[in-house]
């Protein structure tokens, strides 16, 4: 077990080398971080490999216009939302920025306003480093079988659904990190409790330097 205390940050590359260490001579990883006034919470974490169970992709291409940091997909768009792209907003179908530089890229939509050679998450990029590292941990879970939309209400990147969102809850909330991160032991904690008590599990989602995403689940338990 490895004990953090609450103001420590917590070295994502050192939880990587940690876990492989326990992996390699088959023992169970636990975390413990002591706060002010010397209670400890334990924490599980195991590296997990998440397979969804969709894999559709829209049948036909559509388009749409590119307005701001995302597009407004047309009355083509139908498809899109059948395969869980986008949101319905006044009649019209509305795609995130990542939802619409997928689709883009895969060959499904074309924009109008927007340079066939403009990338996108480069323009993004500008206004947000984390961008790029969420792209490829978007394409990466779309690959899987998932449904990836936004996590931003419960404090995370993504919120992840294994099957039909029209039908389930979303299964996963996932933060992207990379390597170099540090996280705050306050922030771990409340994004594992807040994933469990609304019966999600939590997933750091960690790009490597070969651009593979590493998957790791940290659960809140009573040892």
Do not use: C
């Not at 088959?26 to 002010?36: A, C, P, S, T």
């Not at 498809?79 to 509305?94: A, C, I, V």
């Not at 480069?122 to 961008?131: M, N, T």
């Not at 394409?139 to 404090?155: E, W």
Request: aromatic residues 12%; proline residues 3%.
């Amino acid at each position: 077990m490895k004990l953090y205390y609450d103001y420590e940050e917590i070295s994502v590359n050192d939880l990587l080398r940690i876990l492989e260490g326990a992996l390699y001579s088959k023992r169970r990883l636990m975390i413990g971080i002591v706060d002010e006034e010397g209670d400890i919470l334990y924490y599980d974490v195991k590296k997990v490999d998440p397979v969804g169970g969709l894999s559709k992709v829209p049948e036909e291409k559509a388009s749409g216009v590119f307005i701001g940091d995302r597009a407004i997909a047309d009355s083509s768009s139908e498809k899109l939302n059948e395969t869980f792209f986008g949101k319905k907003l006044f009649g019209m179908l509305m795609l995130s920025p990542l939802e619409t530089e997928f689709l883009r890229e895969k060959g499904y939509l074309v924009l109008k306003r927007l340079k066939h050679e403009e990338d996108l998450i480069e323009k993004l990029y500008k206004y947000d480093k984390s961008v790029k590292a969420k792209y490829i941990v978007y394409k990466d879970l779309r690959s899987r079988g998932h449904v990836v939309k936004s996590g931003f209400k419960y404090g995370a990147h993504f919120r992840v659904y294994k099957d039909n969102p029209n039908e389930t809850h979303s299964n996963y909330l996932v933060t992207v990190t990379t390597p170099e991160d540090k996280l705050r032991p306050y922030i771990v904690s409340s994004l594992v409790r807040l994933s469990q008590s609304v019966n999600k599990k939590f997933l750091l989602a960690v790009v490597l330097e070969n651009l593979t995403v590493q998957y790791i689940a940290l659960e809140y338990i009573k040892p």
